[in-house]
């Protein structure tokens, strides 16, 4: 069962929510300062982040850029929170702002 993410965001971080269905696939993604904050907020009310995908922004939409993290089997929480942080911190640092940042979520969800 996919875990809507609307009900673990605060709605103005929602709003904010880029939809990859012109992609195929369900879930959002955020730039780099709000998907830190989703990750606070999911952390926060105890959500294990199990990784992430990393997209380019275009005027027809975003575009898969192939980078993506994943957090190691056994991670806490505050583990995979810090090191989804850590990877979309230096990953805007080295390529730029302009990327979106979807999360796979404990629980079969993503965004």
Known sequence: ???DFRFLLPDDLCSRAI???S?????????????????HE???????VLGG????????????????WYCPDGA????AAALAEDYVMSYAK???EDHLFSLVFGGGGSY
């Open 1 to 3: 069962m996919r875990q």
């Open 19 to 21: 939809s990859l269905a």
């Open 23 to 39: 992609l195929g696939i369900e879930g959002w993604a955020f730039g780099a300062q709000d998907v830190i904050r989703a990750i």
């Open 42 to 48: 999911l952390r926060d009310e105890n959500v294990l």
């Open 53 to 68: 995908d990393v997209y380019a922004t275009s005027l027809r939409g975003p575009v898969p850029t192939c980078d993506s």
């Open 76 to 79: 806490t929480v505050e583990e």
């Open 94 to 96: 080295a390529n730029g």
